[in-house]
């Protein structure tokens, strides 16, 4: 049973350029969230998807967005990429309704570096 | 806003010795409480929750009470190993448990044989 799967796992974008990364969530979840971890900080809470809908969005900018396909996996989409961006990107996946519906799993994460 | 707040790291340790990271919440109503474990190049796992007042996490040794009146859940464990180095983040979900996980800073462990 594969867990939460991400990729690319390293990314080195320049100022001004866009990204798109993916993943590919637990099989049987429909819920795909996404998280910023800086170095050193926390999880930031950015968006989640459900139902191909972004239903959740936290503090985070426009140039951030998302998109959830028929196959429950996601993409997150940084436009305009800045200096501060650089981030590991975790996606975190959970089954809306399920009897452990709190429990997210967490895929590796996606290492962006901004130059 | 809901905030988690823990005890600045890192942590080092011998090998059997105690273990205690504080964590305190901010939240309104009944938030659900967790434990996340992130060892060196992987994701974030679940280590232990709870979902109301006076409950008690455990797993792999590690426990966690749901202390509402000091708004509290503190990681402690009574002999860690050298496997257990690790960052570990206290986070909590508002009531219900199915909305944005809030996270703490972390605390690194480093345990020493």
């Known amino acids: 049973d594969a867990g939460v799967t991400q990729s690319p796992t390293h990314l080195i974008k320049t100022r001004g350029q866009q990204v798109t990364l993916r993943c590919s969530p637990k099989s049987g979840h429909d819920t795909v969230s996404w998280y910023q971890q800086a170095l050193g900080q926390g999880p930031q809470f950015i968006f989640q998807y459900y139902e191909e809908e972004e239903r959740q969005r936290g503090n985070f900018p426009d140039r951030f967005s998302g998109h959830q396909f028929p196959n429950y996996s996601s993409e997150l989409n940084v436009n305009a990429l800045l200096l501060g961006d650089s981030a590991l990107y975790l996606c975190?996946?959970?089954?809306?309704?399920?009897?452990?519906?709190?429990?997210?799993?967490f895929g590796p994460g996606t290492r962006l570096t901004v130059t | 806003g809901n905030s988690v707040t823990q005890m600045e790291g890192p942590v080092t340790l011998s090998e059997e010795a105690f273990l205690t990271i504080n964590c305190t919440y901010t939240a309104t109503g009944y938030p659900s409480l967790f434990w996340y474990v992130q060892y060196p190049g992987e994701g974030l796992q679940l280590l232990l929750k709870a979902t109301k007042a006076d409950d008690k996490g455990s797993n792999k040794g590690f426990e966690a009470t749901y202390r509402k009146e000091t708004t509290s859940f503190h990681l402690e464990k009574g002999s860690v190993q050298v496997s257990d180095s690790a960052v570990y983040f206290c986070a909590l979900t508002s009531q219900g448990g199915s909305e944005k996980l809030v996270f703490g800073k972390g605390t690194k462990l480093t345990v020493n044989p």
């Open positions: 975190a996946s959970r089954l809306t309704g399920g009897a452990d519906s709190y429990e997210q799993y």
